[in-house]
Every structure is written in structure tokens, then in C-alpha cells.
């Protein structure tokens, strides 16, 4: 099945969201990242076009994205989400929904990796003593 999708004559309607939940905490966490995705590279790609900094804008609407929400999310994006809700807006940063899953991936792959060389330094050990 093929789906055609007429975007261009889509009239765009100005509006901001904002989550019900924590609206307040997520407003400071924006303000402070002028409502921009504050990945420097994280995700694994170096937004080196747009001044090594992601260009994704809350509520922004784009062709190729829809309308991007930004979420505050933890810094580091493997916090576990129950120790992440009690952070401080200090502790949040923007980021787009490709940011944020794309670091986390490549953090959950640095977390395996820094497990299986400590694995391999427990053997190492063992066998010397
Ligand atoms: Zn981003
Ligand atoms: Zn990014």
C-alpha cells in the first residue's frame, strides 16, 4: 500500500506544548536551553552543520520530523527514570526524541562494554592469584 502525504498545503498552526506533568520543572529546563535540543553529540552524530549543537526546536515543525518535542530529560540518558524524576531542573537538559534515544543506545553500549572489561580484569585477577 502506498501512502501519499500532502504536507506542503498543511497550514501550520503556531501553538506550544508543554507536558502536564512537571510543566514547571520542564519551562526551566527550556528557558535555560532556549526550548534547543542540547545535545553536543552524545547521540553519536557531531551536529557539526549546525554548530556542533543539535538544531531540533521544541514545537518546531519540519517536513521530515512533524512537530519535535523536546523532553528534559537526565544528562546521562540511562538514569534509571525513578531516580530521574526526583533530579533538579539543574541536572535536566532539552533533548529531541533522535538525541535522546540515540545516547541512550550508545550509553547502554558503553555500560556493556565497561562490564565486560571488568569481567575480564576479575578473570585476569583470578588467574594470578
Ligand atoms: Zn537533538
Ligand atoms: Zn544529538
Not at 502506498?2 to 498543511?10: E, P
Not at 552524530?45 to 520530523?65: E, I, Q, V, Y
Amino acid at each position: 500500500m502506498v501512502t501519499i502525504t500532502v504536507v506542503d498545503q498543511v497550514e501550520v498552526q503556531e501553538i506550544e506544548t508543554a507536558p502536564l506533568v512537571g510543566a514547571d520543572q520542564w519551562r526551566t529546563v527550556m528557558a535555560a536551553a532556549d526550548y534547543r535540543c542540547e545535545c553536543t553529540g552524545a547521540c553519536g552524530n557531531r551536529h557539526s552543520r549546525t554548530g556542533l549543537r543539535c538544531d531540533a526546536t521544541h514545537d518546531k515543525w519540519t517536513k521530515a520530523t512533524g512537530r519535535i518535542r523536546l523532553t528534559a530529560g537526565p544528562i546521562d540518558p540511562i538514569t534509571p527514570t525513578r531516580t530521574a524524576v526526583l533530579l533538579p531542573a539543574s541536572d535536566l537538559r532539552a533533548w529531541c526524541p533522535k538525541c535522546f534515544a540515540g545516547a541512550a543506545r550508545r550509553a547502554r553500549a558503553a555500560a556493556t562494554e565497561r562490564e565486560r572489561r571488568n569481567d575480564d580484569a576479575n578473570e585476569a585477577q583470578g588467574a594470578l592469584f
